[in-house]
């Protein structure tokens, strides 16, 4: 390998020492298990042009599933609209994450490739060694949905992703009201109140919304109350039985300074409570409109010692009994640093040292954070 090799480099150094001590023998082997996992044969080392132009949202290795000389699939991407109307321009993630990762296809035929790529990733088509992956599809107006697919070798195959309607989505007409504090960077404002509150209904958990904890008499931060009010895409009442909410935080992006500004991870979001309202009705400016229609368990983001991780905040998907809404309503009952156990009072017997995330945490604890919201009156749909 050279000096400070990427993982690109580190693949082709395996492969050549395989070929120069066993004459090439593992190729198959390791072809396919790189490929399964990114690395295959069109994976680059870097885009890292792409949080300047807005092409791909990371700076790691674009990511391309072709076994080298082996036999592979080809797989195109459809997505369609559950119940018609256009069809969703979904970009089409391998694995569970969407955010700050770099997509394997695109159903949007107006997007391309940025220039340098060494595939097109934007296209409706991409090749994979055999195996299963995991899936996640985004698209404006229509949210997200995960999905599970297995491909086998000399296959061509076309999965279809039949996305239901996001009535939570600004791209399809909703609005969002509420409780919402700016991003600022050393005293100047990256994202204003309007930015924050679209952030949560903009199908992507690639950015959000953010509240400022308030201190009570024992010292102690709290957060519990902060809300956003969607007024849903559309203008009859929506029938509603479902939401996706992540707490997945992530960096920031400054344009003026170049570089992101990090969020801290014990602002993510921990217990909720879904309220609605119809206006057809009721008087949705007052909050004595406004019922129940879910209630988050204590730990609907669980997260555990030393710190939240990814995988336990990432986009979760609530199920509850169909209403009929014009609005609807989050509301916050708790952040992991206000509620979750392993972040509550003493935690290493050291009285020199407070460990209470409530009362000794940082200036950069004290809000709470969600990086989407989205609601849905019916399931997608996978073939």
């Not at 020492?17 to 190729?27: V, W, Y």
């Not at 009201?177 to 005293?187: D, E, F, L, Q, W």
């Not at 209403?323 to 009952?333: D, F, S």
Request: charged share 20%; hydrophobic share 35%; aromatic share 8%.
């Amino acid at each position: 390998m050279p000096q400070k090799p990427t993982m690109v480099d580190a693949r082709n150094a395996m492969l050549a020492a395989d070929q120069a001590r066993f004459g090439g023998a593992n190729q198959a082997e390791l072809w396919n298990a790189f490929a399964r996992r990114g690395l295959g044969r069109f994976a680059s080392q870097s885009t890292d042009t792409g949080r300047v132009d807005g092409v791909e949202s990371d700076q790691d290795p674009l990511p391309d599933f072709e076994a080298q000389g082996q036999p592979n699939a080809t797989v195109t991407f459809e997505a369609t609209g559950n119940g018609g109307g256009a069809a969703p321009n979904a970009r089409i993630y391998v694995g569970h994450y969407e955010a700050r990762v770099s997509p394997i296809a695109d159903t949007d035929p107006s997007t391309n490739a940025p220039t340098g790529s060494t595939t097109n990733n934007e296209d409706q088509t991409a090749v994979f060694a055999p195996g299963t992956y995991e899936f996640i599809a985004t698209a404006p107006g229509f949210g997200a949905v995960r999905f599970r697919q297995t491909f086998t070798a000399n296959t061509r195959k076309t999965v279809t992703i039949g996305m239901a309607q996001n009535l939570a989505s600004k791209a399809a007409g909703a609005t969002a009201t509420g409780n919402a504090t700016p991003v600022t960077v050393n005293g100047t404002v990256v994202q204003d109140q309007a930015k924050v509150l679209s952030n949560l209904i903009d199908d992507t958990e690639d950015s959000q919304w953010q509240a400022a904890a308030t201190q009570g008499a024992d010292g102690a931060w709290n957060v519990d109350g902060n809300q956003v009010t969607v007024d849903l895409a559309g203008t009859q009442p929506q029938r509603v039985n479902r939401v996706n909410v992540s707490a997945m935080l992530g960096p920031v992006f400054v344009p003026f300074a170049g570089a992101d500004a990090t969020e801290n991870r014990f602002t993510a979001l921990r217990q909720f409570e879904i309220w609605t309202c119809n206006d057809r009705v009721a008087d949705c400016a007052q909050d004595s409109s406004y019922q129940r229609a879910f209630q988050s368990g204590s730990d609907a983001f669980p997260s555990d010692a030393p710190r939240p991780v990814a995988p336990t905040l990432l986009m979760r998907s609530f199920a509850f009994s169909p209403v009929r809404a014009t609005h609807l309503r989050i509301v916050v009952r708790s952040s992991q640093c206000t509620d979750a156990p392993a972040y509550q009072g003493e935690q290493d017997n050291d009285p020199n040292n407070a460990t209470d995330c409530n009362s000794a945490g940082p200036a950069s604890t004290r809000s709470v954070r969600i990086a989407e919201l989205q609601a849905f009156s019916a399931a997608s749909r996978v073939q």
